[in-house]
Nanobody, 112 residues
Framework: QEQLVESGGGLVRPGDSLTLSCAAS????????MTWLRQGPGKGLEWVST????????TYAHSVKGRFTTSRDNAKNMLYLQMDRLKPDDTATYYC?????RGQGTQVTVSS
């Protein structure tokens, strides 16, 4: 069964850091470009970042560029999102996705 499972969300204060993880199973993770998306309260789904299969090129939304870093470990079938200098506007459910498959999401709340 193909599956993506996010973890690592939580409640943090503005300026804090948090790392999200996405565990892939049931398919050859190394074949797929992977993407992080998020959906804030009352907002639509927003693209956050995409990383290529070789872990050497990642692109970011303007709103997170310079603060978030996407990486992957193909040997462990894991995708990561390192989030630094978090802001209240980063509050959202974060999803990892590959073509045709999305995880259930992990909640990140940034509040003082």
């Amino acid at each position: 069964q193909e599956q993506l499972v996010e973890s690592g969300g939580g409640l943090v204060r503005p300026g804090d850091s948090l790392t999200l993880s996405c565990a892939a199973s049931g398919f050859d993770f190394s074949w797929y470009t992977m993407t992080w998306l998020r959906q804030g309260p009352g907002k639509g789904l927003e693209w956050v970042s995409t990383i290529n299969t070789d872990n050497d090129t990642a692109t970011y939304a303007h709103s997170v560029k310079g603060r978030f870093t996407t990486s992957r470990d193909n040997a462990k079938n894991m995708l990561y999102l390192q989030m630094d200098r978090l802001k209240p506007d980063d509050t959202a459910t974060y999803y990892c996705e590959r073509e045709g498959l999305r995880g259930q999401g992990t909640q990140v709340t940034v509040s003082s």
